[in-house]
């Protein structure tokens, strides 16, 4: 009635089943075989759950088909009991039941029952396949025993299970190996092969890339139709072999790279690497394995980034060469680190030291720029640094840099960015050169200027000079000192300048106490005899004793503390009348080419200021005796010009009278009046050079008085209306009538008389017209003709002493009326102008106000 049967076919894994964590219990591991007991609500699943304990498996019950049977189901049982003590129909039909389900048809069954129970049910239920019977009386071992039974089983069903499933595995697993590998070679870019250590080298395996690689299928090879040697050029044949050869004796990889042919005749360069296999420990040829591929491509790029890297290497020749030979300092530094990429011998030249080794970018601040104070600049303070930090270029400005040799530098720096074609910035350039000379030159020049207009300022040469001399300290030196050369042959020490207030004194001392000589072998004296510069570049102590004339002197000379001096000499006119000394009186400067050359520039300025000056003063000289001349000479030859006119008027007069019907009567009048005129001309031009001196001594004095300005026009009109129509012209007098002001009448009339005289001489002929204006306080006189006109260039020169706006052959006269009818409208407080144009005429205007000052 129980037992195993024969029929009964093993079940299939079921994918629902609960696996032990970890796939599957490991070797010598007893896994848990579970239990399930199922019964009436009045069974006693208790007691057999007490005979099961012994087992030590865990067991499970239950009295109902519900939800909670189904999960019991859901687990994996190694055997389900079903006690049909209280009612064996009822546990038939659950057995049927079970049966029926996918999930329980292969659990064994064991069904508990009493001895009057049905036999045809109990044949149905035997007849099921893995159902079996117990019938009462029930004893618990052995129902231990046939439930150990179906235990065991179910443990030998699970080992069985999981051999199957690692032996699927393990199958799956070689056969995607299997599968990935032919992926492999037959996507490979070459060919996979296996050839014999043999003449030829016979391919025994070629992948199916040797198709795409040589234009032969893998057939070709191992039917040896075509041999290895055959692909590789021959060129490269014997090289190949001793790779090969070396490669084994080594027992290394074989790693090669040649040439070879395909089908078609092209040409390709592949790479090899391949291994030796002995299939036996004792086998003499080995069996070669390995994997050609076509680097053609890469070969090719491979020559064009060598030929890339000559013309790379020949463009940094060039550059380096170019950045060598630049006047300029150049530093190209790598970006964002500002490590020093390429820098020229200028550059290191100019700083005085050896490049800065710079890692990032704080090491900038160990260069030795300073800013005016001389603070050091901080590294992001330097252009190339501003440059990394912002990605913009900086234009040109001024860095001093302090030397290592003490000497301070000025540096016209300049800086931009390197970008790539993505204007990524890759690199910053930055140049530099020396403009210390240039400032220099510029501070010297602004000197010199500086100088040259305080020279210019006033013909005092005395005072200037000693501006000068101290405008010189501190540029030229600590120390300045002016001699002059005077009249009596004598040397005058005439300025002193010093940093130092109390050796100035000192100076002076020096020039109180030891007056220079000509005669001196040295200094001021010697230069001014010479007319030669002294320089001396470092002054020893046993110099000063040479020169020193006792002892005193000596003490003198040495307090003065000169290290170097310079005594350059003024010189103007092919004469030398003085010197100047200069000295610096501290280490570290001494007097070389440039100074020298800065010094002779100042002394020459200063020797042509005071020979400008000498000049000046004989020029005013001159001119104060021309004037006085001019005064006496005036008067002396006014005198008998007075009586011969009277004689000239008297004889008008009785010419008529006395010469009653004598033909020459007429001829004897004309000669007279034209001899009148020219006395009168001569007592013109006479009172004009008698005006002319008086301005010049500043003796020129106005009588102002009530005075019409129309009776005095219409008045000198009327004296020139004869001359004008004696030369073709019509003087024409408009405007006001009268215009009654407060003027010196005397200088009024003189003022018309020379517009009016002046308007004859040049209208050509035509009309000429004088008018008078008022305006408020202001009297207007406008005097017109229409003549040759004043060229734009004479307008202002025309009112000069002793000035035409034509050459005095086309006119007589001296060149005085119009600068003095100027000097005496200014003095009137009044003012004159010109408009004219080249052959249009000339207009002159006089605004004079009507009441003078103090009026």
């Given at each position: 009635?129980w037992?195993?049967?024969?029929?009964?076919?093993?079940?299939?894994?079921?994918?629902?089943?609960?696996?032990?964590?970890?796939?599957?219990?490991?070797?010598?591991?007893?896994?848990?075989?579970?239990?399930?007991?199922m019964?009436?609500?009045?069974?006693?699943?208790?007691?057999?759950?007490?005979?099961?304990?012994?087992?030590?498996?865990?067991?499970?019950?239950?009295?109902?088909?519900?939800?909670?049977?189904?999960?019991?189901?859901?687990?994996?049982?190694?055997?389900?009991?079903?006690?049909?003590?209280?009612?064996?129909?009822?546990?038939?039909?659950?057995?049927?039941?079970?049966?029926?389900?996918?999930?329980?048809?292969?659990?064994?069954?064991?069904?508990?029952?009493?001895?009057?129970?049905?036999?045809?049910d109990?044949?149905?239920?035997?007849?099921?396949?893995?159902?079996d019977?117990l019938?009462?009386?029930?004893?618990?071992?052995?129902?231990?025993?046939?439930?150990?039974?179906?235990?065991?089983?179910?443990?030998?069903?699970?080992?069985?299970?999981?051999?199957?499933?690692?032996?699927?595995?393990?199958?799956?697993?070689?056969?995607?190996?299997?599968?990935?590998?032919?992926?492999?070679?037959?996507?490979?870019?070459?060919?996979?092969?296996?050839?014999?250590?043999?003449?030829?080298?016979?391919?025994?395996?070629?992948?199916?890339?040797?198709?795409?690689?040589?234009?032969?299928?893998?057939?070709?090879?191992?039917?040896?139709?075509?041999?290895?040697?055959?692909?590789?050029?021959?060129?490269?044949?014997?090289?190949?072999?001793?790779?090969?050869?070396?490669?084994?004796?080594?027992?290394?990889?074989?790693?090669?790279?040649?040439?070879?042919?395909?089908?078609?005749?092209?040409?390709?360069?592949?790479?090899?690497?391949?291994v030796?296999?002995?299939?036996?420990?004792?086998?003499?040829?080995?069996?070669?394995?390995?994997?050609?591929?076509?680097i053609?491509?890469?070969?090719?790029?491979?020559?064009?980034?060598?030929?890339?890297?000559?013309?790379?290497?020949?463009?940094?020749?060039?550059?380096?060469?170019?950045?060598?030979?630049?006047?300029?300092?150049?530093?190209?530094?790598?970006?964002?680190?500002?490590?020093?990429?390429?820098?020229?011998?200028?550059?290191?030249?100019?700083?005085?030291?050896?490049?800065?080794?710079?890692?990032?970018?704080?090491?900038?601040?160990?260069?030795?720029?300073?800013?005016?104070?001389?603070?050091?600049?901080?590294?992001?303070?330097?252009?190339?640094?501003?440059?990394?930090?912002?990605?913009?270029a900086?234009?040109?400005?001024?860095?001093?840099y302090?030397?290592?040799?003490?000497?301070?530098?000025?540096?016209?720096?300049?800086?931009?960015?390197?970008?790539?074609?993505?204007?990524?910035?890759?690199?910053?350039?930055?140049?530099?050169?020396?403009?210390?000379?240039?400032?220099?030159?510029?501070?010297?020049?602004?000197?010199?200027?500086?100088?040259?207009?305080?020279?210019?300022?006033?013909?005092?040469?005395?005072?200037?000079?000693?501006?000068?001399?101290?405008?010189?300290?501190?540029?030229?030196?600590?120390?300045?000192?002016?001699?002059?050369?005077?009249p009596?042959?004598?040397?005058?020490?005439?300025?002193v300048?010093?940093?130092?207030?109390?050796?100035?004194?000192?100076?002076?001392?020096?020039?109180?106490?030891?007056?220079?000589?000509?005669?001196?072998?040295?200094g001021?004296?010697?230069?001014?005899?010479?007319?030669?510069?002294?320089?001396?570049?470092?002054?020893?102590?046993?110099?000063?004793?040479?020169?020193?004339?006792?002892?005193?002197?000596?003490?003198?000379?040495?307090?003065?503390?000169?290290t170097?001096?310079?005594?350059?000499?003024?010189?103007?006119?092919?004469?030398?009348?003085?010197?100047?000394s200069?000295?610096?009186?501290?280490?570290?400067?001494?007097?070389?080419?440039?100074?020298?050359?800065?010094?002779?520039?100042?002394?020459?300025?200063?020797?042509?200021?005071?020979?400008?000056?000498?000049?000046?003063?004989?020029?005013?000289?001159?001119?104060?005796?021309?004037?006085?001349?001019?005064?006496?000479?005036?008067?002396?030859?006014?005198?008998?010009?007075?009586?011969?006119?009277?004689?000239?008027?008297a004889?008008?007069?009785?010419?008529?009278?006395?010469?009653?019907?004598?033909?020459?009567?007429?001829?004897?009048?004309?000669?007279?009046?034209?001899?009148?005129?020219?006395?009168?001309?001569?007592?013109?031009?006479?009172?004009?050079?008698?005006?002319?001196?008086?301005?010049?001594q500043?003796?020129?004095?106005?009588?102002?008085?009530?005075?019409?300005?129309?009776?005095?026009?219409?008045?000198?009109?009327?004296?020139?209306?004869p001359?004008?129509?004696?030369?073709?012209?019509?003087?024409?007098?408009?405007?006001?009538?009268?215009?009654?002001?407060?003027?010196?009448?005397?200088?009024l009339?003189?003022?018309?008389?020379?517009?009016?005289?002046?308007?004859?001489?040049?209208?050509?002929?035509?009309?000429?017209?004088?008018?008078?204006?008022?305006?408020?306080?202001?009297?207007?006189?406008?005097?017109?003709?229409?003549?040759?006109?004043?060229?734009?260039?004479?307008?202002?020169?025309?009112?000069?002493?002793?000035?035409?706006?034509?050459?005095?052959?086309?006119?007589?006269?001296?060149?005085?009326?119009?600068?003095?009818?100027?000097?005496?409208?200014?003095?009137?407080?009044?003012?004159?102008?010109?408009?004219?144009?080249?052959?249009?005429?000339?207009?002159?205007?006089?605004?004079?106000?009507?009441?003078?000052?103090?009026?």
């Open positions: 009635m037992g195993s049967h024969p029929d009964v076919e093993a079940p299939p894994a079921r994918q629902h089943e609960a696996r032990p964590e970890g796939g599957g219990t490991r070797p010598g591991e007893v896994a848990d075989a579970r239990l399930l007991v019964g009436e609500p009045h069974s006693d699943l208790a007691g057999v759950k007490a005979m099961l304990a012994p087992l030590g498996q865990p067991v499970h019950e239950t009295v109902d088909w519900n939800g909670e049977l189904e999960a019991l189901l859901d687990m994996e049982l190694a055997c389900i009991l079903v006690d049909a003590r209280q009612g064996w129909s009822v546990g038939v039909e659950t057995a049927l039941r079970l049966r029926d389900q996918e999930r329980t048809r292969h659990i064994p069954l064991l069904l508990l029952a009493t001895s009057a129970c049905d036999r045809a109990l044949l149905r239920c035997c007849g099921l396949s893995t159902v019977c019938l009462e009386p029930i004893h618990p071992e052995f129902l231990r025993a046939k439930v150990g039974m179906f235990i065991e089983l179910h443990r030998r069903e699970r080992t069985l299970r999981a051999a199957l499933d690692r032996a699927e595995r393990a199958e799956a697993v070689a056969r995607e190996s299997e599968r990935m590998l032919r992926t492999l070679l037959g996507n490979l870019p070459g060919m996979a092969y296996r050839c014999h250590d043999t003449p030829g080298y016979p391919f025994s395996y070629a992948s199916p890339g040797a198709l795409e690689l040589t234009g032969y299928g893998p057939e070709d090879f191992t039917s040896h139709r075509v041999s290895r040697e055959e692909l590789i050029h021959p060129d490269d044949l014997r090289r190949v072999r001793e790779g090969i050869q070396m490669a084994l004796d080594a027992r290394t990889p074989i790693t090669l790279t040649y040439r070879i042919r395909t089908r078609t005749g092209k040409e390709r360069w592949v790479w090899e690497r391949g030796a296999i002995h299939e036996e420990p004792q086998a003499e040829l080995p069996i070669l394995e390995g994997f050609i591929t076509d053609t491509p890469l070969h090719r790029a491979e020559q064009e980034r060598e030929e890339l890297l000559i013309q790379a290497r020949a463009e940094h020749g060039r550059m380096e060469t170019i950045i060598q030979q630049l006047p300029c300092a150049v530093h190209i530094a790598e970006a964002p680190t500002g490590r020093t990429l390429a820098v020229n011998a200028r550059a290191e030249q100019l700083l005085g030291h050896p490049m800065i080794e710079v890692r990032c970018l704080q090491d900038f601040a160990r260069y030795r720029a300073i800013h005016a104070d001389g603070s050091r600049y901080t590294a992001e303070e330097y252009p190339i640094a501003r440059v990394l930090l912002t990605g913009k900086q234009p040109e400005e001024e860095v001093l302090d030397r290592p040799d003490g000497s301070v530098r000025v540096f016209l720096i300049s800086a931009g960015p390197i970008l790539d074609r993505q204007g990524q910035l890759q690199a910053v350039v930055a140049s530099f050169i020396d403009i210390t000379g240039l400032r220099r030159a510029e501070r010297r020049q602004a000197f010199l200027a500086s100088v040259s207009e305080t020279l210019a300022s006033s013909l005092d040469y005395e005072a200037t000079l000693a501006h000068v001399v101290q405008r010189a300290v501190p540029v030229l030196g600590d120390c300045c000192t002016l001699d002059m050369l005077e009596d042959g004598s040397i005058r020490r005439l300025a300048a010093h940093v130092d207030p109390g050796r100035a004194e000192l100076a002076w001392e020096l020039a109180r106490s030891y007056p220079i000589r000509l005669d001196s072998n040295g001021s004296g010697a230069v001014i005899r010479t007319g030669k510069t002294q320089l001396t570049a470092e002054i020893p102590d046993h110099a000063l004793a040479r020169f020193a004339r006792d002892a005193r002197h000596l003490e003198l000379l040495r307090g003065l503390r000169a170097s001096a310079l005594v350059v000499p003024l010189h103007a006119r092919g004469r030398t009348f003085g010197a100047l200069l000295g610096y009186g501290g280490p570290g400067h001494r007097y070389g080419p440039e100074e020298q050359l800065l010094a002779e520039e100042l002394a020459r300025r200063a020797a042509l200021a005071v020979d400008n000056a000498r000049l000046y003063r004989e020029a005013q000289l001159a001119v104060q005796l021309r004037d006085e001349f001019l005064s006496v000479a005036s008067h002396e030859l006014k005198t008998p010009l007075t009586p011969l006119h009277l004689k000239l008027s004889l008008s007069r009785e010419l008529p009278r006395c010469c009653v019907g004598d033909t020459r009567s007429q001829g004897l009048q004309r000669h007279v009046d034209v001899a009148r005129r020219q006395v009168h001309k001569m007592s013109t031009l006479i009172n004009s050079l008698l005006d002319v001196s008086r301005l010049s500043g003796k020129l004095k106005l009588e102002p008085e009530d005075t019409d300005l129309g009776e005095v026009l219409a008045e000198v009109a009327a004296w020139f209306v001359e004008a129509a004696r030369v073709g012209s019509e003087l024409r007098v408009e405007g006001e009538t009268r215009v009654p002001g407060c003027w010196d009448r005397l200088r009339e003189q003022v018309v008389t020379n517009l009016i005289s002046n308007a004859i001489r040049y209208g050509a002929g035509r009309p000429i017209i004088a008018r008078l204006e008022v305006e408020t306080d202001l009297a207007r006189l406008v005097v017109r003709d229409q003549g040759i006109g004043i060229a734009p260039e004479a307008q202002e020169r025309i009112f000069g002493k002793f000035e035409r706006a034509v050459s005095d052959r086309h006119s007589g006269g001296l060149g005085l009326g119009l600068y003095i009818t100027r000097s005496i409208v200014e003095a009137m407080g009044g003012s004159i102008r010109v408009e004219s144009r080249l052959g249009e005429g000339s207009t002159f205007t006089v605004e004079l106000p009507r009441c003078q000052e103090g009026r």
